[in-house]
């Protein structure tokens, strides 16, 4: 099994920063693919920006140019570093892993508990 642990949440003014951290631990062979989804009230869950094993990246429209993804992979950690934050921000972050087992097991997903990003003033 793999857990995620994720921080760095917290309460920001409109147009600070924060930065998620969130690691990986347990059984842990081989990391593929990471991500950071969030879910603010009555909405549903949305990706926020993913980053492949080769660190290739993407984000969402509505965070590109304010926030990056970034990962270690020796410590088996990937980070998201948000500037220019706005209220609309406000959700719960969570941290997403793609794991295998073995080379030949299949890919499984594994969540973070997540953290709370107020942004507001």
């Known amino acids: 099994q793999v857990q995620l642990v994720e921080s760095g949440g917290g309460l920001v003014q409109p147009g600070g920063s924060l930065r998620l951290s969130c690691t990986a631990s347990?059984?842990?062979?081989?990391?593929?693919?990471m991500a950071w989804y969030r879910q603010a009230p009555g909405k549903q869950r949305e990706l926020v920006a993913g980053i492949s094993s080769s660190r290739n990246t993407n984000y969402a429209d509505s965070v590109k140019g304010r926030f990056t993804i970034s990962r270690d992979n020796a410590k088996n950690s990937v980070y998201l570093q948000m500037n220019s934050l706005k209220p609309e921000d406000t959700a719960v972050y969570y941290c997403?892993?793609?794991?295998?087992?073995?080379?030949?097991?299949?890919?499984?997903?594994?969540w973070g508990q997540g953290t709370q990003v107020t942004v507001s003033s």
């Open positions: 997403y892993a793609q794991h295998k087992m073995s080379t030949m097991a299949p890919l499984n997903d594994y």
């Open positions: 347990g059984s842990i062979f081989r990391l593929y693919a």
